[in-house]
C-alpha cells in the first residue's frame, strides 16, 4: 500500500509548494502588476488552489477505499469466528467474547493501518 501511494503524496506536496510560490508571488508582485495582470494571476492561484484541493479529496477516498479493502478479509474471518464459537459456547461465554471480538474489531475499523501491513 505504501508503494501505491507514495509517489500520489509527492505529487500533492509539489503541488501545494507550487500554491504556496504563487501566492508568495502574488503578495510580492501586488503593487507592480496592472490590474489585469493581477487578475489573471489570482484566476490561476484559484484554481490552482482548487485543483489541489480536489487531488487531496480524491487521494484520501483512495486510501481510506483501499484500507477498507485490505480490511475485509478481517471483517468476513471475525464473522465465521463468531459463528463457530456461538455453536461452541453456552450463551453467557459468548457474550463476553463477541465484546472483546467487537471492541478489537472496531478498533481495526477505525485505525486500520496501525494493524495491516503497509
Known sequence: MKA????????LKKDGEAIKKLEAELKNQDLALKLEAKQDKQREFRRLA???QDSVAAYRQKRQMEQQKLGQPIVEKSSK???NMARLMDTRLFLRWLQVVCLSLAMVLISPSRLLPS
Open 4 to 11: 501505491k501511494f507514495t509517489p500520489m503524496e509527492k505529487d
Open 81 to 83: 469466528s463468531c459463528l
Open 50 to 52: 482548487r485543483d489541489y
